[in-house]
């Protein structure tokens, strides 16, 4: 909310959201890097450099190019690979990056990300950083508002008639989009399209090539759900005084089902007594972002007296874990599921 606030003009909410993009998709201590190359090449420089090459076919190419080449990958490397991660050329690549700052209008090579600066320790190849910055190209193309800036309902809301009157601004696109999607749901409760969180999931998801790993799966898609999509529309939600969205924002999050666990919430769990063998599942992300708070509040240095939970972890949680006979199940009109 405090960074939406303190940001004006056409572009500038995008611009927010293209960040926290960025820095969901860093692995293993990339987060740093990931948020630099999203500020220096902004997603409005990023779709300038697409249009500019885009006549001669090469618009994505030199959007890549642009990415590596900030993120440092174009520039002295000896043993890169022959294709990049879009399956462009890589000598075509740092041809095309050094094109690029007459058609950007201003200089981007001379102050590219140092390689140093990239964590590579426990980062498994297909969630390399040079894989992500490829990735933001793909999620950049089917940007909304990308093509007409003005309209910013979600088509299948569109194609039922409800168009959404919220952030009907460029600025505003994708948090429009997300509004979009999240009213359409919570207010069709015999919609039988999909649900919510899977509408979600497909703004950020990135398919894979042929025989390809994909550069954005399903299961950090969700993770971007979760951590930055709802998030941002909850404080969209507060600045603007649409505080409605914010409650829809909220509950769509508390009926997410769980991400894929980490090394935190399976040693928290262990702890507490919860996503063990014989003892109670985890079924939502909101109880994974609870053990992640408690891992960094009281859990971590094992002030155990300290733990909000007391000595009745499971039941506690069990009460915030509720699952019905079909997860899956889309959302009905009180904003539950299943």
Known sequence: AARLNA??????????????????????????????????????????????FAKSGLGEAAAEAFLL???????????????TPLGFQMAHAQ????????????????????????????????????????????????????????????????????????GQQ??????????????????????????????????????????QPALVGPARAADIVVNVLLPLLSAWGMVTGKRDLSEAARKVYATHPALESNWITREVGRRIGLGGRGEPTVRRASVQQGMIGLWEG??????????PLGHDAPARV??????????SANMDEGGTSG
């Not at 500038?12 to 090449?41: K, S, T």
């Not at 102050?111 to 964590?119: E, Y």
């Not at 009281?298 to 733990?307: G, H, K, M, N, Y």
């Open 95 to 166: 041809s095309l990056w050094t094109q690029i700052d007459g058609t950007s209008g201003k200089s981007v090579a001379s102050d590219p990300v140092p390689l140093i600066a990239w964590s590579k320790t426990s980062v498994r190849p297909e969630n390399s950083p040079h894989r992500r910055l490829s990735a933001l190209v793909r999620i950049m193309s089917s940007w909304p508002g990308g093509q007409q800036p003005t309209e910013s309902a979600y088509h299948g809301a569109s194609r039922s008639g409800h168009i959404a009157r919220v």
């Open 298 to 307: 009281p859990c971590r240095p094992l002030a155990c007296t300290e733990c």
């Open 170 to 211: 460029a600025s505003d696109a994708m948090i429009a989009r997300v509004a979009a999607i999240v009213e359409f749901r919570s207010r069709s409760a015999n919609t039988k399209s999909g649900s919510v969180h899977g509408d979600l999931a497909g703004l950020v998801t990135v398919k894979p090539l042929p025989s």
């Open 318 to 327: 069990s009460a915030l874990n509720v699952d019905g006979p079909n997860p």
């Open 69 to 83: 080449g900030t993120g440092g990958f174009l520039t002295g490397a000896r043993h890169a690979p022959e294709t």
């Open 7 to 52: 940001v004006s003009g056409t572009g500038a909410h995008d611009q927010v959201a293209w960040e926290e993009i960025a820095i969901a998709l860093g692995y293993g201590g990339n987060e740093g890097p990931m948020e630099r190359c999203a500020r220096i090449a902004t997603l409005a420089r990023v779709q300038s450099v697409h249009m500019s």
